[in-house]
């Protein structure tokens, strides 16, 4: 069945540093991939997206390639704030099935 | 517009009782998914909802779990006869139709079983 392998946490960084959050995949077709983040106390939130090869999704000033020859979507930010604290969650949804498929979360703290 | 609301936010109960949770879902959305997640795992997909229908139930444990989403009224997710290895945070997440790319999340109930 489908699966999704996230970088295990916890994940300390300095504020500005550059972030790398590593994510591959397992699915037959062409899955739609996607980063949700949760804050402390709160529910998750959609990142981003893509729905086919070569799509990169942004926001917030993190992005995420779909790449298809790798079955990756890992999640990079150029220069992290100490409001980018959080986990963060990598999933798939498969063709034609609403429910999504999660890795294991990544907790992210970063120190002033 | 509130966000997708869960309740209680913390719920105990010792083995053998029974466990509701619910969710209600934000306005004008008409399809609810309870996702589980155990301790040190992540999110795994447990039953999609529409108003008075299931329409997949695949991630359901067999016995003893049941869900439903009435015409009027929040979500329930009820758990009957609880075990320790029930414990877990239990996520309702909305969406104005059976598609992925918009499932809004609540923050969540934690269950634990003592």
């Known amino acids: 069945g489908d699966s999704v392998t996230q970088m295990e946490g916890p994940v300390t960084l300095s504020e500005e540093a550059f972030l790398t959050i590593n994510c591959t995949y397992t699915?037959?077709?062409?899955?739609?991939l996607f980063w949700y983040v949760q804050y402390p106390g709160e529910g998750l939130q959609l990142l981003l997206k893509a729905t086919k090869a070569d799509d990169k999704g942004s926001n917030k000033g993190f992005e995420a390639t779909y790449r298809k020859e790798t079955t990756s979507f890992h999640l990079e930010k150029g220069s992290v704030q100490v409001s980018d604290s959080a986990v963060y969650f990598c999933a798939l949804s498969n063709f034609g099935n609403e429910k999504l498929t999660f890795g294991t979360g990544t907790r992210l703290t970063i120190i002033p | 517009n509130a966000g997708v609301m869960q309740n209680p936010r913390h719920l105990v109960r010792r083995r053998g009782q029974e466990a509701r949770l619910r969710c209600s879902p934000m306005k004008g959305h008409s399809h609810v998914y309870w996702y589980r997640q155990l301790p040190e795992e992540g999110l795994k997909f447990m039953v999609y909802?529409?108003?008075?229908?299931?329409?997949?139930e695949s991630g359901m444990p067999k016995e003893r779990f049941s869900a439903e989403f009435p015409k009027e009224g929040p979500s329930i997710l009820r758990i009957q006869q609880v075990v320790r290895g029930d414990s877990a945070a239990y996520f309702c997440a909305s969406s104005p139709r059976g598609d992925s790319y918009e499932q809004y999340f609540g923050p969540g109930t934690r269950l634990t079983v003592t």
């Open positions: 909802l529409q108003k008075e229908n299931i329409i997949d």
């Open positions: 699915a037959t077709g062409y899955p739609s």
